[in-house]
């Protein structure tokens, strides 16, 4: 059966995406939650799942996601980790919908307060954060939207203020918006089949959705993130500037929009840009990071140029916007490495990156810890072994980066890093030649084509 032909109930599951650290270190893997149980159960319940967005369109709320609260003939709502974006959703479908929302939530995970006297459906986790009774949580949860079908008032808002009205949902509305639905899920299709065929196709995608305020705000930013990981810049900027007021304001597409500007040659739009959301949003590790990027390369153009002392100027504002991105996220490590390999650059070096080092290594050893970690933890280990000249560490993070099995370029990226850290040491009078030995196999590996994958890149890379 076509998506066009299901005529099961909708069902809109409001939850996080990825993977969240709780508040005890520990980890919850937000898409094995949903592909293991609440996916599976909703269809077992014959309904549709059909799943937030938030996450691609940088948690705006936006008039899609507003239409699935209200329009949705069901819902669940996974509560763990007291996720904003979930409890303010929840709070909107309470507010017009009586009855059909489903609570869930990671067992041994203590509610708020005001939700605390509400049912929910627990599930079970194990230490690593996935799923540990996905089956038996599955027909929990079935049992639950079943029995939502007999119309059992579950909205707070409607059990304490008796005789308030229900909203009238028109039968013709929610078929609008079904249809609206399948609209946007064939548009993603075809922006998939699009990447295979490179920037000229997306654009032809773009290019017939017609009015763009009258597009899904996850169609849009999928065609940006689709761009972006084909290295189209300037088509992310026309994109952005095309763009429905509302979504363009978003934090998410602003950084894009930066990034695409900077690597298009326009670092000057792009600083001011970034230092613009700084002011307004205040710091984050990724507007940081974004905005060390743009600093780190003018001092690159100015070293290529001659031009020493502009070079030193450059370096100094890209360490300082990299460790202020560090500073505002420890989790984040991608900015504290930036920041040190700066550092170790620096001549002389900047005698702060042995302080900020070991918090660095402790960052990515979290990430390592949880079993989330991906072929950039490794190769930050790697950095780290570098700059702090440990061979031994350095080969055992290599052997791990080299068995994440990542995309050529990104390999290129860390051999670049590495090469220029070596360099500055031979500069110093200090040989290694270990490290060398590990650049020239890394180096190997990245000369070796092979089959690509969908890796986006990191924004600060």
């Known amino acids: 059966m076509s998506e066009d ?103 041994g995970f203590r509610l708020p307060f005001d939700l605390g006297p509400l049912r929910g459906v627990p599930y079970a986790l194990d230490d690593s954060g996935r799923p540990a009774e996905p089956e038996a949580d599955r027909e929990h949860l079935t049992t639950s939207l079943r029995a939502a079908r007999d119309q059992a008032t579950d909205s707070p808002v409607f059990t304490l203020l008796e005789g308030l009205p229900v909203p009238d949902v028109s039968r013709l509305k929610t078929d609008v918006f079904r249809e609206q639905v399948d609209l946007a899920n064939e548009r993603h299709r075809r922006i998939a089949q699009a990447r295979e065929d490179g920037p000229a196709a997306v654009r032809e995608v773009w290019r017939g959705l017609g009015d763009l305020r009258d597009v899904d705000s996850g169609v849009l930013v999928d065609v940006l993130l689709t761009l972006r990981a084909l290295d189209a810049h300037q088509e992310m900027v026309e994109l952005v500037e095309a763009l429905p007021d509302v979504l363009a304001a978003a934090t998410m597409v602003r950084e894009q929009y930066a990034f695409a500007l900077n690597r298009a040659g326009d670092g000057t739009r792009a600083e001011a840009v970034l230092l613009r959301l700084v002011q307004e949003k205040g710091p984050s590790s990724e507007t940081y990071g974004l905005l060390g990027r743009v600093y780190k390369d003018r001092w690159e153009a100015a070293l290529g140029a001659g031009e020493t002392l502009a070079a030193r100027g450059h370096l100094d504002k890209a360490i300082a916007a990299y ?26 070096p900047d005698p702060r990156a042995h302080d900020v080092l070991p918090v660095v290594r402790y960052s990515v050893q979290r990430r390592l810890d949880s079993g989330s970690a991906d072929y950039w933890d490794y190769a930050t280990l790697l950095e780290i072994a570098a700059l702090a000249e440990d061979p031994a560490a350095a080969a055992d993070a290599a052997a791990q980066a080299l068995a994440a099995r990542p995309e050529p370029w990104a390999m290129a990226s860390t051999v670049a890093t590495l090469r220029r850290l070596r360099e500055a040491r031979e500069r110093r009078g200090v040989q290694t030649p270990w490290a060398l030995e590990i650049e020239r196999t890394l180096q190997r590996t990245a000369s070796t084509p092979r089959a690509s994958r969908p890796t986006e890149p990191r924004s600060t890379a």
């Not at 974006?85 to 479908?93: D, F, Q, S, T």
């Not at 560090?326 to 620096?346: K, T």
Request: aromatic share 10%.
């Open 5 to 107: 032909d299901d005529l099961r109930p909708l069902c809109f599951i409001l939850m996080p995406f990825g993977t969240k650290q709780d508040p005890a270190g520990g980890v919850v893997e937000f898409d094995a939650v949903y592909r293991q149980i609440i996916r599976p159960a909703v269809e077992a319940a014959q309904m549709r799942p059909i799943r937030a967005d938030e996450e691609q369109v940088g948690g705006i709320i936006h008039k899609p996601m507003f239409e699935r609260l209200v329009l949705c003939e069901y819902a669940v709502a996974d509560l763990t980790l007291a996720n904003p974006n979930v409890y303010y959703e929840l709070g909107v479908r309470h507010a017009v919908r009586p009855w059909s929302t489903v609570l869930s939530f990671a067992g």
């Open 323 to 348: 460790l202020k991105g560090f500073e505002s996220d420890w989790r984040d490590a991608y900015p504290g490495i930036n920041a040190v390999q700066l550092m170790g650059l620096r001549e002389p």
